[in-house]
């Protein structure tokens, strides 16, 4: 399983890698630091695209978090099957935690710093 992250914070791309790489979940993470960035690479994409999981920043300069889902939304069908997506951030407003738990490709909102043992969990389900 790959990983993508995206994130503005070159500290956060950095720790999130090296943590997700020394946990054994992945040997192979795509850091990327402008969610369009990101939607230009997945449309990029074909039939022959890993399951991979996305770790997606919320506040971020351009496209936000919940913007990235709208364009994610318009990615083909074949590639979305194969990605878990989840939100990640130290946000405490409710009304974010409440737009990400209603989002329909958000599996879930994390805490930031990542906490590898609440994504190993999650990924089991």
């Not at 503005?8 to 020394?22: A, C, R």
């Not at 890993?50 to 069908?77: K, R, S």
């Not at 951030?89 to 990542?114: F, G, H």
């Given at each position: 399983?790959?990983?993508?992250i995206?994130?503005?914070?070159v500290?956060?791309?950095?720790?999130?890698?090296?943590?997700l790489?020394?946990?054994g979940?992945?040997?192979?993470?795509?850091?990327f630091?402008?969610?369009s960035?990101?939607?230009?690479?997945?449309?990029?994409c074909?039939e022959?695209?890993?399951?991979?999981?996305?770790?997606?920043?919320?506040?971020?300069?351009?496209?936000?978090?919940f913007?990235f889902?709208?364009?994610?939304?318009?990615?083909?069908l074949?590639?979305?099957?194969?990605?878990k997506?989840?939100?990640?951030s130290s946000?405490?407003?409710?009304?974010?935690?409440?737009?990400?738990r209603?989002?329909?490709?958000i599996?879930?909102?994390?805490?930031?710093p990542?906490e590898?043992?609440?994504?190993?969990?999650?990924?089991?389900?």
């Amino acid at each position: 399983m790959e990983f993508i992250i995206i994130d503005d914070s070159v500290f956060d791309l950095f720790t999130q890698e090296k943590l997700l790489l020394k946990s054994g979940l992945t040997k192979l993470v795509h850091p990327f630091g402008s969610a369009s960035d990101a939607i230009e690479y997945l449309r990029q994409c074909d039939e022959t695209f890993p399951n991979t999981v996305i770790l997606l920043d919320l506040q971020m300069p351009g496209i936000n978090g919940f913007e990235f889902t709208e364009h994610y939304a318009l990615l083909p069908l074949a590639i979305r099957e194969k990605i878990k997506l989840f939100m990640i951030s130290s946000t405490v407003d409710t009304t974010d935690i409440e737009e990400a738990r209603t989002n329909p490709y958000i599996i879930q909102l994390l805490s930031k710093p990542l906490e590898i043992p609440v994504l190993r969990e999650l990924l089991r389900k």
